[in-house]
């Protein structure tokens, strides 16, 4: 690519190591609106889900200490963990397929570093300094009371952001109440308080000063992402053969680039991307925007710079269906069916007979062997249920229970203990049958401890 061997260092490193600060210009364009609907999408998604309740708890959250996970209306209990799998999978397989597909596009549309950075910050930055041409100002001008007042807001309202991210995200795991109460006795929850703290010192950073310096040096995922893409991945891309060489809107022999350097200006991690297709671009497409605009003013074609692959470029057709999508496809698909499938299906209420931590077996003054048992109930579903425990007809066994009928609320579990009594020639399994006021019938079974014949 032309240029390339010029553009082999990161734009945000001046040649003595020093920090090169960005201040990208915003360009309004169509895919500038789409991102900004699905960045405002996601920051009501991000922020809200913790306050919001479905089913009398919230959105999302994650109880730890109770270990149990509320997720629109489901909950989840410390034995569901093989949904958790089917969670991760599903990521895992999405980054692999969309990667393959769209290239790093998650990074421009999706990531929460770039939803906030650019959604959030860049608006409050532009709407306290200015335009571009007044931050650059701003910027170079020795301190004096102006320079003091805007930065001291701004840094203000950055950090006043950063906190009300981190507080939603405690309320993820302490709820709404946790968070609340921590936030006016810090004490009542150390270690929610010292997330809270070491969050908001993080985006702080991050919001006032380190901003794309996440994507370009901390990020591993701009590093592994080339072993996802091939030649067919979709692209930020530009048309060289149409736009070299480049020149002045006036030379007949000057391609369509007229090295106006919009898309540089544009870029939020300072990349030229006529140079080729590099690890800093995170596809937010603000270059295509950009580029289409000044294209559109000089009368000619827009796509200069398009989302398009390199066989594309190369003059070849692209080929959407292919191996490595075709298997990452097929493995997504297969995680999101079985996923929806296993929690759809899944029992309202679940069972676990175990023994107590006592003797595995005591002999009775009548002669019977007693074993001493515990039954675990979990509710799962979103309304009490009241229980009823009775061993079957036609057993040997009595059952001796100080709870017979016992109610469990939604998402609770309770832990009852059972007695069975039975003589030593009695059969093998012990079976208790649970009822509730439904029409849920479910018979559990352990082995009958005794002694040895």
């Known amino acids: 690519m ?14 003595h190591g020093e920090r090169v600060r960005l201040f990208p210009r915003w360009e309004r364009g169509k895919f500038l609106t789409a991102r900004s609907i699905v960045h405002a999408i996601l920051i009501v998604l991000l922020l809200g889900a913790p306050w919001i309740d479905i089913g009398g708890h919230p959105a ?26 089917f969670f991760f999978g599903f990521i895992v397989f999405s980054v692999f397929f969309f990667t393959a597909l769209f290239g790093r596009a998650w990074c421009g549309w999706s990531c929460p570093q770039t939803v906030f950075l650019e959604s959030l910050i860049r608006p409050i930055e532009r709407l306290i300094d200015g335009p571009v041409s007044k931050q650059k100002k701003l910027h170079a ?4 009371f102006a320079k003091l007042w805007r930065r001291g807001l701004k840094n203000a309202i950055f950090i006043a952001v950063a906190g009300a991210i981190a507080t939603t995200f405690v309320a993820y795991f302490l709820g709404r109440e946790g968070i609340l109460e921590a936030q006016l006795h810090p004490s009542a929850h150390p270690f929610g308080t010292g997330v809270f703290l070491f969050l908001t010192a993080a985006l702080s950073f991050d919001f006032v000063w380190f ?5 370009i040096v901390v990020c591993p995922y701009g590093r592994f992402q080339s072993v996802l893409l091939d030649e067919n991945s979709l692209t930020v891309g530009y048309h060289e053969k149409r736009g070299e060489p480049r020149g002045k809107a006036t030379d007949p022999d000057a391609g369509d680039c007229v090295n106006c350097r919009a898309c540089v200006q544009v870029c939020p991690t300072g990349i030229d991307i006529r140079n080729g297709n590099q690890m800093e671009c995170i596809q937010c497409m603000a270059c295509i925007d950009a580029c289409d605009g000044i294209m559109n003013k000089l009368g000619r074609d827009p796509g200069l710079i398009q989302l398009t692959s390199q066989r594309a470029l190369e003059g070849k057709k692209t080929r959407l269906l292919r191996p490595r999508v075709v298997v990452y496809g097929l493995g997504l698909l297969a995680v999101c069916i079985a996923m929806v499938f296993t929690v759809s299906t899944r029992a309202p209420v679940e069972l676990n007979l175990g023994r107590q931590p006592t003797a595995p077996f005591v002999t009775l003054p009548d002669g019977r062997i007693q074993n001493a048992l515990r039954l675990r109930v979990s509710n799962k579903g979103g309304d009490a249920r009241t229980f009823t425990l009775a061993a079957p007809s036609g057993v040997q066994f009595e059952l001796i229970t100080p709870l017979p009928t016992f109610e469990v609320p939604p998402g609770g579990i309770e832990h009852i203990p059972v007695f069975v009594a039975a003589p030593t020639d009695a059969e093998a399994e012990i079976r208790i049958e649970v009822r509730d006021d439904t029409d849920f019938l479910e018979t559990v079974e352990i082995p009958f401890m005794r002694a040895p014949q």
Do not use: H, M
């Not at 001008?141 to 004096?144: E, T």
């Open 2 to 15: 032309a240029g390339l061997a010029e553009n082999d260092t990161v734009s945000t490193i001046g040649k």
């Open 60 to 85: 999302v959250r994650f109880d730890i200490p109770a270990r149990r996970a509320y997720i629109l209306g489901q909950t989840f209990f410390a034995t569901d963990g093989a949904y958790f799998l």
């Open 141 to 144: 001008q020795p301190w004096n």
């Open 211 to 215: 901003r794309e310096q996440t994507c």
